[in-house]
Structures are given as structure tokens and as C-alpha cells.
């Protein structure tokens, strides 16, 4: 029994260093693309496991948890109180993240029935004026920010275009992807990617049914069939959008004047094809001579 045991943790094991695998690879792939270099990676990791042991023992007292997240990591205690000591400050100089106003905006354009047209997509919009109106949809938005800022984001943005001889905005993109704009491009990977896995990993660690995830997948098709299937996700995406965002905006709004509304919560959808003939390795070159 206890060699089964033995062999059940280290086939568990080697599953877990595969899932790794897959998961830093695409990270490292971003940093050397990006010019980001090895040591600040490191650093991150370093801290990351050593918040992780940290979270993992909140009951111990200060020089009991140094000795037990140093064997629980590998970690040389020294280093420990030093990466607890940087922890204790990122933690006291962290910022709740910013509403992302323009983001806001555009999924109200595409979902709200008083900026769709007959066949369900963005109106065409009067700059200013009475609903349906650009300044309308941005003032039912916020007040803190005025239209014409915002107007000026998403033209900066590339997602909308303003008709200057009928002072008209139209909406240019389908979904929000500012990819004029690195910096949010990487922010909404950090948090899309980041809530993603962090609920994976829940789901291993408990139960599996703390957080949805659900995908489904298929191989042997060709470029045609991925394209085909390429074109059903985009209306279902809509579809979904259509259904959240109204639902989302009213518990908002409701939830607002309620004790205990301290909850966030994030949906999405992802879609992901690679050519399997690219990414094979090449077969090992044919040996000659003979055997001795």
C-alpha cells in the first residue's frame, strides 16, 4: 500500500510539473518577446511562493512561520524575511483597481436595446443631444468623466470612429480589444488570465466545483472547419453579452445599498487553435551502419 501511495504522489507530481509546463511557457515566451529579462521574473516567483506558504499558515506566530515557509518552499530563511518584508509593502501600498469607464461604455453600446439598431447591432450615434445619443450613453455611464473624453479614448483606441460633417459616432470593433494600447492589453491579460487560472486552481484543490470551467476541444480539422466554427463564436459571444451585462448592471445597482457587497465577479469566454503539424517535433533522422 505504501508503494502505491508513493507512486499515486509522483505521477501526481509529474502532472503537476506538466500543467506548469504549459502554463510558463507561454509566460516566458511573453517576456523574452516583450524584452522583460529572467531575475525580476524570478523575483515574482519568489515572492509568489512565499505568499502562497504565508496564506497557507496565518496562525503561526512571526518566528515559527519563517522556519515553516523555508521548508515548505526550499527558501533559505533569510531570504523568507526579506520577501515577507517586501509582501507586507506591496500589500500596504496597493491600490483597489480602476473602473474601466470606456470598457463600460462600449459593452452598454453593444448590449442596451436604446443603442442597437433593427438588427442588433450598435447604433450609429448623434455626438450630443437627447437618447439615444453618444453624450447620453456616456452620462448614464458616469458624470465624473465628461463625453467628449470619452469619445476621445475610443477614437484613440481605434474602436470608434467620429463622423465629423454629421457629428455622428460609430462604433468600428465587435468586442473590446484596445490594441493601440499595450499597457491595458497586458493589464487584461494579467486579469482575464489571472482570475482564469486562479479559479482552475480552486477547482483543483477542492471540490472542482467552486468555479465554472468548462471547454470543449477537437483535432484533425482543417484551416476551413476552425474558420467555420470561428464564425459561430462571435454571435454566441453576443448572444451571452447581451444576456450579462443588463443582468450585471441591475444586481450592481441593487446590490449597492446592501451590507456585504464586497463580491466581484468575472465571465468569459476564450477560443484557441494551433497547427499540430507546426508544433510536432521532427522525426529523428534514420540510423545507418550496423549494430554491434
Given at each position: 500500500m505504501a508503494d502505491r501511495d508513493t507512486s499515486d504522489r509522483l505521477d501526481e507530481q509529474e502532472a503537476l510539473l506538466a500543467a506548469l509546463r504549459q502554463v510558463l511557457e507561454p509566460l516566458a515566451e511573453l517576456a523574452v518577446q516583450r524584452g522583460l529579462p529572467y531575475a525580476p521574473v524570478e523575483e515574482l516567483v519568489r515572492r509568489a511562493?512565499?505568499?502562497?506558504?504565508?496564506?497557507?499558515?496565518?496562525?503561526?506566530?512571526?518566528?515559527?512561520?519563517?522556519?515553516?515557509?523555508?521548508?515548505?518552499?526550499?527558501?533559505?530563511?533569510?531570504?523568507?524575511?526579506?520577501?515577507?518584508?517586501?509582501?507586507?509593502?506591496?500589500?500596504?501600498?496597493?491600490?483597489?483597481?480602476?473602473?474601466?469607464?470606456?470598457?463600460?461604455?462600449?459593452?452598454?453600446?453593444?448590449?442596451?436595446?436604446?443603442?442597437?439598431?433593427?438588427?442588433?447591432?450598435?447604433?450609429?450615434?448623434?455626438?450630443?443631444?437627447?437618447?439615444?445619443?453618444?453624450?447620453?450613453?456616456?452620462?448614464?455611464?458616469?458624470?465624473?468623466?465628461?463625453?467628449?473624453?470619452?469619445?476621445?479614448?475610443?477614437?484613440?483606441?481605434?474602436?470608434?470612429?467620429?463622423?465629423?460633417?454629421s457629428d455622428t459616432v460609430e462604433l468600428v470593433r465587435d468586442a473590446f480589444v484596445p490594441s493601440e494600447d499595450r499597457v491595458r492589453m497586458l493589464q487584461f491579460l494579467g486579469d482575464n488570465v489571472g482570475d482564469h487560472l486562479a479559479g482552475a486552481v480552486t477547482n483543483v484543490l477542492t471540490d472542482g466545483s467552486r468555479h465554472y470551467e468548462q471547454a470543449v476541444f477537437a483535432d484533425g480539422l482543417t484551416e476551413a472547419s476552425v474558420q467555420e466554427v470561428w464564425a459561430q463564436i462571435g454571435p454566441l459571444w453576443k448572444t451571452l453579452l447581451a444576456t450579462l451585462v443588463p443582468l450585471l448592471e441591475q444586481k450592481v445597482h441593487a446590490d449597492s445599498l446592501a451590507d456585504g457587497a464586497t463580491r466581484r465577479l468575472r465571465v468569459g469566454l476564450y477560443t484557441f487553435d494551433a497547427d499540430e503539424a507546426a508544433a510536432a517535433p521532427a522525426p529523428a533522422p534514420a540510423r545507418t551502419g550496423r549494430r554491434r
Open positions: 511562493f512565499v505568499g502562497a506558504a504565508d496564506a497557507a499558515h496565518p496562525d503561526l506566530l512571526p518566528h515559527r512561520k519563517v522556519s515553516r515557509i523555508s521548508t515548505s518552499t526550499g527558501i533559505n530563511r533569510r531570504e523568507v524575511s526579506r520577501l515577507l518584508a517586501v509582501i507586507r509593502d506591496a500589500q500596504a501600498a496597493q491600490q483597489l483597481p480602476r473602473r474601466s469607464v470606456t470598457s463600460e461604455l462600449f459593452a452598454h453600446w453593444v448590449t442596451d436595446g436604446r443603442y442597437r439598431d433593427r438588427h442588433g447591432g450598435p447604433r450609429v450615434l448623434r455626438r450630443q443631444g437627447r437618447a439615444p445619443s453618444f453624450e447620453s450613453l456616456a452620462q448614464a455611464i458616469t458624470r465624473d468623466v465628461h463625453p467628449r473624453s470619452l469619445l476621445d479614448e475610443l477614437l484613440r483606441l481605434k474602436l470608434a470612429v467620429h463622423h465629423v460633417d
